[in-house]
């Protein structure tokens, strides 16, 4: 039946042929016959009969179904099977002349082997088989590949292709009406009532309120923060059953989630009534924690602002008067000394100081030294009472909208909280003396209490604040929140995480006892102690030495070669010249990386590739689909944004990103800069343009401009496999770990690099601890200390060098929490950025932020000392560091349009930049690599001598060949192949 079609015909044919590109290993795999087999193949008499029976009995294996009279046998399979039976492949032809004799050994095989029919019992069984994977997938490809996998295993003769798909939409039908019917339940009419009026424009009012719902947050200011709570207390008005979400599988609901997200109102208004409410069910209240999310942040981002700008007002405070309170230290200066010298010679001191200054300014000059002075603890608390009332714009609401919750050590803070509460609600205005104040630290202490009374401002201001590091720290948590929940919640829960340490699967790189891996590490720390000493005493430390008990490590040399220049300008001289999108067209059909792009119901690839490349460009050069639609000749506006909105998700992106990643790493020539098992991640800040977003921030480090950050993780071999849009004010070392843990390319990263800013001692433990070497380039490193585990030496040549010993007894009361936390993060029950954000957020006194500091101590340490005596070490995270900022060169380059600028509202719009960036210069990089391999054994055919070390530093990054600009013309019809590729630019270039 047509409506039950779940496949296009092309798939259809990737489960029921023998694919011609089916590779050796698996044509040995599964056409090899065992000698029982064999046996039972030769009782066969004639060659032509065994030959067929051993053909049919293959068939039956792979692809799983009854070997068609007149199907020809692909040449490759054929050739094998006769091979192990010793036949002439050709004698074939004779087995198909008697059906009788095929339908007889069909028979023999199912006797002797196990094979079974499909029939109306097995229809069942696989019925109630495939039904919890229905319940958490509706993709037609995966429903009827788990089927025909099964049918293999089980050994059921797959029916027609038909049958297994009608089976699978049957299924796919009863596992949706299940989902929806648990979503919505519990929806009473009153509730199904409202849930209709979403969709639908009310007199007063422009929009439906489904789409005011969903209007993204904005910057973080008073304003915008009422309208999320706005939007969130109108979902909670509804009164959804959050509970219902915790039946259904988390694929299904993410389904739901996104098609809420994405629908217009008009789509959902013509989906069947159970559907329609499911998916407004499910999105509305995820969207609800996501907006809880949204108003917290806003609330740290709004506190963050204003102690930086009394900070600010501190500073420039002092700067004003600088001139006037330089004036009086020179001018006292002049008395101190006059006075000195009055004493030295017995001089009356009345006398000295009017020698200086008559006594009428004298007295006048100490009125304005008074005048500006500051007490002794002046800080920049003291001008925060000029901005409280910034702050009641919007914190009477934070307090009434939401349910803080704590651990006992922050209780304290939550009954402040109550107090202020509570006199909003009363109009009162001044503290009650018995409120608790246990939570002030000495720093606030004197702005909150003064006398005998407690001050309001400074007494919210300050809570407020404690709120703001709580939250940050997980100490305090939000009720219907993802971001901000009891740390607890984040870890593997205690049933999973005993059942691991039972069982002793805990999937950590190191060992899991605490006295062997002490002891381990405690040794290793030793031996590399007494080594770089003793190599620091010979003075055979390459680069390396102590001076006045200062560490000196001499930069680098340039280490490639002069010549390396000019022979990389000929070698990219010869790349031929190309479109940029010709360039795309030339890897998908190397990569085929566009089919991963698939709708997000049926799980189709889009019918139409052109459009599906002009959204994905539009994303990589941030053109934007409206300019996008004008520069494509034919394309319009709506159907770019249909297959954005359906086809181009965030996994959609991994997996193509991958699927080229994967295909450079391949490439023999990508070998010369790197084997792949080593990367370097950096942030690139670009400048946000237009309307104000929530995720844009400034940083005085990249000036006054707001803008975001991508974080783009690259391989040894240039390909950028991992790419996060960050906040430009939060450090890069909490999203190292996300890029070498959650990429979906086959790069088996060992070894990892970063910059100053990518590094804590944290993430030294948790990259430890989970497997990665990780060697950043520290900016400081000569004023880091070295930590030990016994007392050191005074007499040691690194004693300037020697800071305090390891805290063993902190790590190892904390090691079960560790081990925990680092499975947490390997098996993506919590992400490592979130947990790192956390720890680093917590309050000195925590245990856990203490004892993996502790841990990265050593990590540190140990890592130092290979870099003090390790040139190639040092030599080779510069060089990996250098080619990730190459690549922000190319990176700006193509990202051109809108002045380079990001101009989304939207975190998700603004990942769907850089996620189409990232791939745009994957395939850059791919196609430089298969040409300049090309060039490169052109230029070796005509005779030149090129010494393997210039390969080294060819870069794949060039693009002066590359038309990045212009209309966008798509031809995918193009005379090229990876067996046939583009000539070289030979006329141009003629090689001398």
């Not at 009017?354 to 002046?378: C, G, M, Q, T, Y």
């Not at 608790?436 to 009374?453: A, E, M, Q, Y």
């Not at 990367?679 to 400048?687: A, I």
């Amino acid at each position: 039946m047509a409506t039950r079609e779940l496949l296009s015909p092309t798939q259809r044919l990737q489960f029921t042929e023998i694919p011609d590109s089916i590779t050796t290993r698996d044509i040995a795999r599964y056409y090899t016959f065992s000698n029982d087999e064999l046996k039972v193949i030769k009782e066969r008499r004639r060659p032509h009969n065994r030959l067929g029976f051993a053909i049919q009995l293959s068939y039956l294996r792979f692809p799983g179904r009854v070997w068609s009279l007149g199907e020809i046998v692909p040449e490759s399979v054929l050739f094998y099977i006769a091979s192990q039976l010793k036949l002439d492949p050709t004698i074939i032809t004779e087995y198909s002349q008697r059906d009788t004799t095929r339908r007889e050994h069909l028979a023999e095989i199912q006797n002797n082997f196990g094979f079974h029919t499909f029939n109306i019992s097995t229809y069942k069984q696989f019925s109630k088989w495939l039904l919890p994977f229905a319940i958490s997938s509706d993709k037609g490809m995966a429903l009827v590949g788990a089927l025909i996998d099964e049918m293999r295993l089980r050994q059921i003769i797959i029916p027609a292709i038909s049958t297994v798909e009608r089976l699978a939409w049957e299924v796919r039908h009863r596992a949706q009406k299940l989902v929806c019917l648990e979503l919505t339940k519990s929806l009473t009419t009153l509730q199904k009532i409202a849930l209709d009026k979403l969709l639908v424009v009310e007199p007063d009012k422009k929009l439906t309120d489904l789409i005011w719902l969903r209007q993204p947050p904005g910057q973080a200011n008073p304003r915008n923060f009422l309208k999320v709570v706005e939007r969130l207390e109108f979902i909670r008005h509804l009164n959804l059953d959050s509970e219902c979400l915790k039946r259904v599988h988390q694929n299904r609901l993410l389904q739901f989630t996104r098609t809420g997200a994405k629908s217009t109102p008009a789509h959902l208004s013509r989906l069947d009534e159970l559907r329609r409410y499911a998916i407004l069910v499910a999105f509305l209240i995820e969207w609800s924690t996501s907006l809880v999310d949204y108003a917290i942040e806003m609330h740290d981002k709004m506190m963050g602002k204003l102690f930086n700008r009394s900070e600010h007002q501190h500073g420039d405070k002092f700067q004003h008067d600088g001139k006037a309170i330089n004036e009086k230290v020179r001018l006292y200066a002049q008395v101190g000394k006059a006075l000195i010298a009055a004493r030295d010679e017995s001089i009356d001191a009345y006398e000295a100081i009017e020698s200086v200054l008559n006594w009428e300014k004298f007295i006048s000059s100490v009125a304005e030294a008074e005048k500006l002075a500051r007490p002794a603890d002046f800080d920049y608390l003291e001008l925060l009472d000029n901005r409280y009332s910034q702050l009641r714009r919007y914190t009477p609401k934070l307090l009434s909208a939401f349910e803080f919750k704590a651990t006992g050590a922050s209780l304290p803070i939550l009954k402040a909280l109550s107090v202020i509460k509570e006199l909003n609600i009363s109009g009162g205005r001044k503290v009650p003396e018995s409120a608790d104040i246990s939570f002030v630290k000495p720093r606030w202490l004197k702005h909150v209490v003064k006398g005998d009374t407690i001050d309001r401002h400074y007494y919210e201001m300050c809570a407020l604040a404690e709120l703001r590091s709580g939250l940050r720290s997980g100490d305090i948590w939000v009720a219907g929140s993802k971001q901000f929940q009891d740390f607890e919640d984040y870890l593997l829960a205690d049933s999973s995480w005993q059942s691991m340490c039972s069982s002793q699967t805990i999937p950590v790189a190191v060992t899991t006892d605490f006295t062997t891996y002490i002891e381990q590490r405690s040794l290793e720390l030793s031996e590399q102690l007494a080594l770089v000493s003793s190599l620091m005493a010979e003075k055979k430390l390459v680069d390396v030495r102590i001076e006045n008990e200062l560490l000196i490590i001499t930069p680098l040399t340039n280490a490639v070669p002069k010549e390396v220049d000019g022979f990389s300008r000929k070698v990219h001289s010869l790349l031929p010249r190309i479109k940029l999108t010709d360039l795309l067209v030339e890897v998908d059909s190397w990569t085929q990386f566009t089919k991963h792009f698939t709708h997000l119901h049926s799980g189709e690839q889009v019918s139409d590739k052109v459009v599906l490349l002009s959204a994905l460009l539009a994303d990589g050069i941030n053109l934007g689909l409206t300019r996008m639609a004008d520069a494509t000749q034919g394309m319009s506006f709506e159907r770019l944004a249909w297959v954005a909105d359906w086809y181009i998700r965030d996994e959609t992106y991994s997996k193509a990103l991958a699927e080229v990643v994967n295909f450079h790493a391949q490439i023999p020539f990508a070998a010369y800069w790197g084997d792949g098992t080593t990367s370097s991640s950096d942030g690139q800040r670009f400048k946000a343009g237009g309307h104000r977003s929530f995720n844009e921030e400034i940083n005085a480090k990249y000036g006054k401009d707001r803008s975001v950050i991508f974080y783009t993780h690259i391989s040894d071999q240039y390909a950028p496999f991992h790419v996060k849009v960050i906040n430009a004010t939060i450090r890069d070392a909490t999203h190292v770990l996300d890029g070498l843990l959650y990429h979906e390319s086959d790069l088996q990263i060992q070894e990892h690099y970063t910059d100053t800013s990518g590094y804590t001692e944290q993430v030294f433990a948790m990259c430890h601890l989970l497997g990665f070497r990780f060697a950043p380039r520290m900016r400081d490193l000569p004023d880091k200390k070295l930590y030990t585990f016994e007392p050191s030496s005074p007499d040691s040549v690194l004693a300037p060098l020697l800071g305090d010993r390891i805290n063993v007894k902190l790590i190892q009361e904390s090691w079960d929490e560790i081990l925990r936390l680092a499975s947490s993060i390997r098996t993506g029950t919590v992400t490592a950025s979130l947990m790192l954000r956390k720890l680093a957020s917590y309050p000195r006194q925590n245990r856990l932020a203490l004892a993996l500091r502790e841990l990265g101590r050593i990590e540190r340490t140990l890592f130092t000392l290979s870099w003090l005596q390790s040139p190639e070490l040092r030599r080779r995270a510069t060089a990996g560091l250098n080619k990730g900022e190459a690549k922000h060169t190319l990176k700006r380059a193509v990202f051109f349009n809108r002045l380079g600028e990001i101009r989304d509202r939207s975190y998700e719009d603004q990942f769907y930049r850089a996620s189409g960036l990232n791939l745009v210069i994957a395939a850059i990089v791919l196609w430089n690599t298969v040409y300049l391999e090309k060039a490169v054994d052109y230029l070796q055919k005509q005779g030149m001598d090129i010494p393997e070390e210039y390969l080294q530093h060819l870069s794949p990054l060039g693009w002066e060949h590359i038309n990045l600009t212009g209309d966008y013309v798509w031809n995918l019809k193009q005379a090229t192949s990876f067996d046939k590729l583009r000539p070289l630019r030979v006329k141009e270039n003629k090689y001398r």
